[in-house]
Nanobody, 119 residues
Framework: QVQLVESGGGLVQAGGSLRLSCQAS????????MGWFRQAPGKEREFVAR????????SDAGSVKGRFTISRDNAKNTVYLQMNNLKPEDTAVYLC????????????WGQGTQVTVSS
């Protein structure tokens, strides 16, 4: 069982930066693939980025490539999402998720943190 708690969201002007954090409970954090997703009002949930247990395999959505960076600190059971050059279309609730290597779907989700980018 993994519990996830996001933090770091807020209101920022376009072009600004935020760093989101996701604190995970449990002793086997390194065994989980971690992902960030986002959901804007009236839209479906969208994949943003993921990182494997060792931090060696990273992927991200084309819409955030070159602006967002996912990373993790296994000693702190924490995954981060550094967001630079934010745009109004990045406004959404950002959710952290976890899955094991054997699972195709993410089975653990945080409550989300709101990111609002003003123009």
């Amino acid at each position: 069982q993994v519990q996830l708690v996001e933090s770091g969201g807020g209101l920022v002007q376009a072009g600004g930066s935020l760093r989101l954090s996701c604190q995970a409970s449990g002793r086997t954090f390194v065994s989980y693939v971690m992902g960030w997703f986002r959901q804007a009002p009236g839209k479906e949930r969208e994949f943003v980025a993921r990182i494997d247990g060792s931090g060696g395999i990273v992927s991200d959505a084309g819409s955030v490539k070159g602006r967002f960076t996912i990373s993790r600190d296994n000693a702190k059971n924490t995954v981060y999402l550094q967001m630079n050059n934010l745009k109004p279309e990045d406004t959404a609730v950002y959710l952290c998720a976890a899955r094991t290597l054997l699972d195709r779907e993410y089975g653990y989700w945080g409550q989300g943190t709101q990111v609002t980018v003003s123009s």
